[in-house]
């Protein structure tokens, strides 16, 4: 397809257990995106992978909470240990490459999200 | 049924009128500014966008209105439709980053027949 693809759409877990989340971005997207909405919230961001730089990690709660970017393209979040706390939808968004002057964009397109609910 | 109306603005239009979304970002040194329409159970959708050298832009049925004084966007919808039903969310991005988006609260938009 031509959009971004996140699996599964629905993920129902018991305390404890790890997950793992899947993103595919839009082919000839660079940039990436984690994000989680919690119910009735805003997006709150959790990690970035552009190209073969280093992520930027810096919004990921916990320990507990990792990302890979195999390929350049294929992205996986993984959950160790899930919590009840951990129950939201989690975002996958694909951009081209960054802004790099005024003139540029940063318009992100983004999946269905995954719903995870962690009993 | 849906519980986001318990924590976001939410703002009753009847269907045909004008809609007025309102987002106050934080940042005086943002310089793009972007508008998402997020329907139930879907991901953001791009709506438009607008750079800080304008003070209004017009798509499809849709205007944003930017004033860097207040640091106030706008967002308005004219001839408001069922289809407009979502939660729609103000992001800038600005001197910090040139990729994190910061992203408001949201604001459910419901259209009374």
């Known amino acids: 397809g031509a959009g971004v693809s996140q699996s599964p759409s629905n993920k129902v877990t018991e305390k404890g257990k790890d997950v793992e989340l899947r993103c595919d971005p839009i082919?000839?997207?660079?940039?990436l995106y984690w994000y989680r909405q919690s119910l009735g919230q805003g997006l709150e961001f959790l990690i970035y992978?552009?190209?073969?730089?280093?992520?930027?990690k810096s919004g990921l709660p916990s320990d507990r909470f990792s990302a890979e970017r195999t390929g350049g393209s294929v992205s996986t979040l993984t959950i160790q240990r899930t919590q009840q706390e951990d129950s939201a939808v989690y975002l996958c968004?694909?951009?081209?490459?960054?802004?790099?002057?005024?003139?540029?964009?940063?318009?992100?397109?983004f999946g269905a999200g995954t719903r995870l609910s962690v009993l | 049924g849906e519980s986001v109306g318990l924590h976001l603005p939410t703002l009753s239009v009847q269907e045909g009128d004008n809609s007025i979304i309102n987002c106050a970002y934080s940042?005086?040194?943002?310089?793009?500014f972007i508008w998402y329409k997020q329907e139930s159970g879907k991901g953001p959708q791009f709506i438009i966008d607008?750079?800080?050298n304008m003070d209004k832009r017009q798509g499809q049925r849709v205007t944003v209105l930017l004033n860097k004084t207040v640091k106030h966007l706008s967002l308005q919808i004219a001839a408001t439709q069922p289809g407009d039903s979502a939660v729609y969310f103000c992001?800038?991005?600005?001197?910090?980053?040139?990729?994190?988006?910061?992203w408001g609260a949201g604001t459910k938009l419901i259209i009374k027949p």
């Open positions: 968004a694909s951009s081209l490459v960054p802004r790099t002057s005024g003139l540029a964009k940063n318009i992100q397109y």
């Open positions: 082919s000839g997207h660079t940039a």
């Open positions: 992978f552009q190209g073969n730089s280093a992520p930027d």
């Open positions: 940042n005086s040194a943002s310089d793009y």
């Open positions: 607008i750079r800080s």
């Open positions: 992001a800038e991005n600005g001197a910090d980053s040139n990729y994190q988006l910061i």
